[in-house]
């Protein structure tokens, strides 16, 4: 399981996520094979029809023009936190840690792999902040959770794995200082 622990020089608090390191590096095969991004990639567990690929489909918000989903609530299959254990600290003092108790979520936000927030309409998009909405309502209310937030990584140097647009939602068991 994951742990927070605080750096005794900053005060930060930072998650050490191990299993994160096995995750697939999309954007390194994207560059090894040139060209542009695909519309649909097979090897894609966003993409409509590689729903094996997903660990679980939470949510999805339908498209209002045409038939499908517009966007998709679905677990991390490499989460940095999980809501299994329990949320109290291991150890006192300055080796004080927290176990990694949380949620941390996907909101894949168009069907098409090579879209982007820049590129949908308004009304894609007010699907998409409705997705988000939905999540964090859902995620605020679970025992334990007391902050949760949105965040976004675009392109490779971002350090996002998968090209396929998303954002990812976290609840933490604590309130990061900085909020
Ligand atoms: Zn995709």
């Known amino acids: 399981m994951s742990e927070y622990r605080q750096d005794a020089t900053t005060g930060a608090w930072i998650i050490i996520a191990p299993a994160r390191g096995s995750r697939p590096m999309a954007w390194r095969h994207a560059e090894a094979h040139g060209g542009p991004i695909a519309a649909y990639d097979p090897a894609c567990p966003f993409c409509p029809g590689n729903e094996n690929l997903l660990p679980t489909i939470i949510a999805e918000t339908p498209m209002k023009v045409a038939p499908g989903w517009q966007a998709r609530e679905v677990n991390n299959k490499y989460p940095a936190l999980s809501p299994e254990g329990d949320?109290?600290?291991?150890?006192?003092?300055?080796?004080?840690?927290?176990?990694?108790?949380?949620?941390?979520?996907?909101?894949?936000?168009?069907?098409?792999?090579?879209?982007?927030?820049?590129?949908?309409?308004?009304?894609?998009?007010?699907?998409?902040?409705?997705?988000?909405?939905?999540c964090f309502n859902?995620?605020?209310?679970?025992?334990?959770?007391?902050?949760?937030?949105?965040?976004?990584?675009?392109?490779?140097?971002?350090?996002?794995?998968?090209?396929?647009?998303?954002?990812?939602?976290?609840?933490?068991?604590?309130?990061?200082p900085k909020t």
Not at 152 to 168: I, T
């Open 87 to 134: 949320p109290k600290p291991i150890g006192v003092g300055p080796q004080m840690r927290l176990p990694g108790f949380g949620y941390h979520e996907v909101i894949v936000e168009s069907p098409r792999n090579d879209a982007d927030l820049t590129t949908l309409s308004d009304t894609e998009l007010n699907a998409v902040a409705a997705t988000y909405r939905s």
């Open 138 to 176: 859902v995620l605020a209310q679970r025992p334990h959770i007391e902050s949760v937030f949105l965040f976004r990584n675009h392109g490779r140097d971002s350090g996002a794995s998968l090209v396929h647009p998303h954002a990812q939602m976290m609840a933490t068991a604590m309130v990061p």
